[in-house]
Structure formats: C-alpha cells, structure tokens
C-alpha cells in the first residue's frame, strides 16, 4: 500500500462525491432535518404521576395526609363532576379516582363498596392495572386487613439498573437513531459509489495504473470511513450530543463508521446500479436500525438485539449522553464494536475483491 496512491484515490472519490448533487443534497438536507427534529423534542421527563380523588372525606384526608408518595401527586377535588371535569381535560389530572360517602364504613362492615376511577386520554395504557391496583390496596389498608401477598425486597424486585428519578428524556433516545441513520445515508453513498465504478469499469482503469487492487480496497475502506465519521460528528456537534467523554464518543463514532463502510463495500459489490445498491444497502441496514429503535422502550433490550453488530454502538452512545458513562462503562462495547469491524470489513473487502478479479 502506498500513501500517495491511496491519497489520489480518495480525492478522485471526494470529486465524484461532491459532484453528485443527488446525494449532496440528501446529505445537507438529512442533517438539517435531523437537528430541527432534535432541538424540537422534549428534553425532559416528567415523573409525577398526577391523580385527582374525591369522595369520602375519611379516605380522602387518609390520602393526602400521606402525600402519596414518590412519583405520585394526589390533587382534592370537591366533588365527583369537578374530578370527572379535572380528568377530561387532561392538562394536569391524569387519572382520578372517585370514593363513595361511608366507603370506610362500609368497609369496616363487611360491604364492597364501589369507586369510579376516571381515566384521562394521556394516561399511558400500562398505568391503567396499577389504578385498579391502588383501589384494592387502599381497600385492605381501610380495613385493617393485610395484602393476600407477601411484598419482597426492592432489590429483588428492581430488574437492571433502577432509573427511578434517572429517565432518558426523548431527546437522548433519539441520539443514536439520528446517529445512525446519517451512517446509513453515508454507506449507501459508498456503496453506490463502488458500484457505479464497477459498472463503468473505473475500476479496471485505476488498477492498470501503478495502482494496485490493494490500493484501492484500502482507498474505499478510508475515503466511507471518514465520509461517514465526518456527516456522524457534525450532527453530534450541532444537538451538543458528545457526551461526558467526547473523545470516547469519538472513539464510538469512528468504530461505526467503519462498521458501515464494510456493509457499503458488501452492497456495492453485490449491487449493478443505483437502485439495487439502495435496495441491498437497506436490507442490511433496517435489521441494524432495531437496536436504535429498542432504546426507545423501556426495559432491557432483548438477547437476539444486543448480540447485533450495531447495538455496542447504540448502547455506547446512549450511555455516554444520558447516563454520563465513561471508558470503563463503555469498553466492553468498544471491543465487541471493533470486532464486528474486523468481521464486517474482512467480508466487504473479500467480497469487493473478487468482484473486480472478475471483471
């Protein structure tokens, strides 16, 4: 390999790039779209768990002499129409719950009383079962009687690391998508670059010259890589997304850029034209994507989308931004990522190889 060589490779690619506007444009305006989306996002979360009651005045001053607890906001309303007005709404009240007059009474005397809970249209789903919860659990504490279950340990109930007061605002959750997905618009820029060589037979003409097939695998692997690395850092740069280590998240960042050119050099390969080049990139890419998409939901990521080639980079860089992870929190990743380099980048550069071998 020689430098130079190499050198006057890249810049034939960087012409050709910058002379397609195609992808020039793709290029400017993903990174626009993506930083407006992003400062557009909520950067916060909120915890409290905001529920109305009203009613039965004994329960009622039993509630909110409590405060409720953590997380969790109880709101007196004077009636059931104000709750019921308050839950509508929805701008403050998500949920009220409604108790009857003598609904202690008639608990201490054996009856079942009945409670309305008031459902707001915010409410997310999940939380509906733990009002119903609520009401059977104040039902046993009124009547003196214990809970037909046996309460563990916070710690065996916690599973994974407790974010309690610790939440990923959607800003920090889109991060890695957004990340990733200027990495995706790169590779297929790569990819249908090498194809395009391929089919014009530039390829051929580049390798009767003193450069040799070497010379240009190893051009292709250095030109997408920094292409890729460069569009990935300006969006980071832009949504101040570094992190508390940034030059771990540089680290990250170039690791995955390297992933991605190995898939571009796959597709290019295999590829004919523009669209099939498009077609092969996004089969690759879109089962990569479930990683960045599994940050999203709460919860540990399943085992079949943490031993995907994309996910150390996914978790690094959630972890660097929201979590203010540094080196040792992410080295592991850091391995894993640049294995999967090696096994990517090895396949690309085969499969490349024997492409231009039968020309």
Not at 18 to 31: K, P, W, Y
Not at 303 to 316: E, F, G, H, K, T
Not at 334 to 359: D, E, N, P, Q
Request: aromatic share 8%.
């Amino acid at each position: 390999m020689r430098p130079h060589v190499i050198a006057a490779i890249m810049g034939k690619d960087l012409r050709e790039f910058s002379r397609d506007r195609f992808f020039m444009v793709m290029t400017v305006l993903g990174l626009v779209f993506y930083v407006g989306i992003y400062w557009f996002l909520p950067d916060t979360v909120d915890e409290t768990f905001t529920v109305g009651v009203a009613g039965d005045p004994a329960i009622v001053d039993a509630l909110t002499s409590t405060g409720g607890g953590d997380g969790l906001e109880l709101v007196v309303h004077d009636d059931a129409g104000a709750l019921e007005a308050a839950v509508a709404d929805g701008d403050d009240v998500l949920a009220g719950l409604s108790f009857p007059d003598g609904f202690v009474d008639e608990l201490m005397g054996g009856g079942t009383p009945t409670v309305t809970v008031y459902v707001g249209p915010a409410l997310p789903p999940e939380l509906e079962p733990a009002l119903s919860a609520m009401v059977r659990e104040l039902a046993f504490a009124a009547s003196g009687q214990p809970l037909p279950v046996e309460s563990l340990p916070e710690d065996q109930v916690v599973v994974g690391e407790d974010r309690v007061g610790d939440q990923v605002s959607l800003q920090q959750q889109m991060e890695p998508l957004f990340a990733f997905m200027v990495l995706l618009v790169e590779s297929i820029t790569l990819g249908a670059l090498i194809a395009g060589e391929i089919q014009s037979r530039t390829v051929t003409a580049v390798t009767v010259t003193p450069a040799s097939v070497t010379d240009f695998l190893t051009a292709k692997v250095v030109f997408g890589t920094l292409l890729a690395f460069l569009q990935a850092m300006v969006l980071l740069l832009a949504i101040r997304a570094l992190g508390a280590e940034p030059l771990a998240m540089v680290v990250a960042i170039g690791l995955g850029s390297l992933l991605v050119t190995g898939f571009a050099m796959i597709s290019g390969s295999i590829g004919k034209d523009f669209i099939s080049v498009m077609f092969w990139s996004i089969a690759f890419m879109l089962p990569l994507m479930i990683p960045a998409f599994s940050v999203l939901f709460p919860g540990s990521s399943a085992a079949w989308v943490q031993v995907m080639p994309s996910y150390p980079l996914v978790d690094s860089i959630l972890d660097l931004n929201a979590y203010g992870a540094g080196w040792s929190d992410i080295a592991g990743n850091l391995v894993l990522l640049a294995g999967w380099c090696v096994v990517v980048v090895f396949v690309g550069w085969a499969a490349l190889r024997r492409r231009i071998s039968v020309l």
